[in-house]
């Protein structure tokens, strides 16, 4: 008996996320032109950023791609996807705020514009703007998208552990600090017309598994089973705290002016 109901809300709770999926997910279809806009994605040499890179040069739209490593083939193979070569590479090392500075300044130097930045790339920092780098979006009004995860949903943050988190928390901690740093550049950027939002991608079977010592997975699957319960049980409210949304952004504001030397 006891079995049967196990494996009744098993069922269930698969049908339900299932529809769940299908009813708020879509690959993206539109087919807006993007000539003569910029866009600006970190991480998007691999995974969820190349897959966005792809429909963005697709459109149209010149392409500013960040990242760590540089894949001299990867130009080629983009214009072979999309026909577009109007799409170009830099380098950025996003756990050292002296390269974001660099390449923030590089980029407000030889770009006129900026419409539409992803914060995307990888795991353990949270990708950041500097002051100087949020000028081109508004003058662009332009869009910001943080690719948050299902995974904030397993924060523990605090004031206490914004810098280091414990190790089963910090990846978590530092999504929910993408749905926050999202909603913060919304509330600021505001009388620019600037848009600012998250998303999380559900679950993308990219490198970031094979690269995250297999706690992503565990920790995914168990956000997965969370996620189903809050739907069963109609948890699924949104608690907005602004004063905390607005103590961590000052708390991130004093941590991005450490020495420039000093990596998270
Ligand atoms: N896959 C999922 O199921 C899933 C679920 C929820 C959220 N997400 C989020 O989606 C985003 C993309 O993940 P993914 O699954 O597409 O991962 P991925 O395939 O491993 O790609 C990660 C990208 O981030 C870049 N990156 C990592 N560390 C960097 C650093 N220090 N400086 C500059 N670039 C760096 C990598 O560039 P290099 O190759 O140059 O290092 C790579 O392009 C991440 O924010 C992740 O948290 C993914
Ligand atoms: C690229 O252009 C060629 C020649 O015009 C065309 O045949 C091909 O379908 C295009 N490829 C893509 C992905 O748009
Ligand atoms: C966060 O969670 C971890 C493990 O899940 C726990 O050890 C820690 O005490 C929690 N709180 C803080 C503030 O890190
Ligand atoms: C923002 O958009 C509104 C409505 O389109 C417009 O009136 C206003 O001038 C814009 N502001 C800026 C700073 O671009």
Redesign the pocket.
Known sequence: MVLFIILVVLALSLVLTKLYVVLTHSICKSNVCLLGKTALV?????????EIVLNLASRGCRVII????HDPNLGEKIFRETNSTNVVCKH????SFKSIRAFAKEIVDSEEKLNILVN??????SATVTEDGLGLLKKSSGRIIF?????SHLNNLTLDNLRFGTDVSTYSNS?LCDIIAADMFSHKLKEFNVTSNSY??????????K?SRGQIKTL?MLSFWILVLEYMSLLVGRAYDKKFCEAIWKASEELVKLEPHEKI
């Open positions: 970190t991480g998007g040499n691999a995974g969820i950023g190349y960040a990242d760590k490593e950025v090392d996003l756990a995307n790339a990888g795991i353990g920092s690719t948050s995860s299902l995974l999504k999380h991608p559900w679950i993308v079977a990219t490198t970031i598994f690269t995914s």
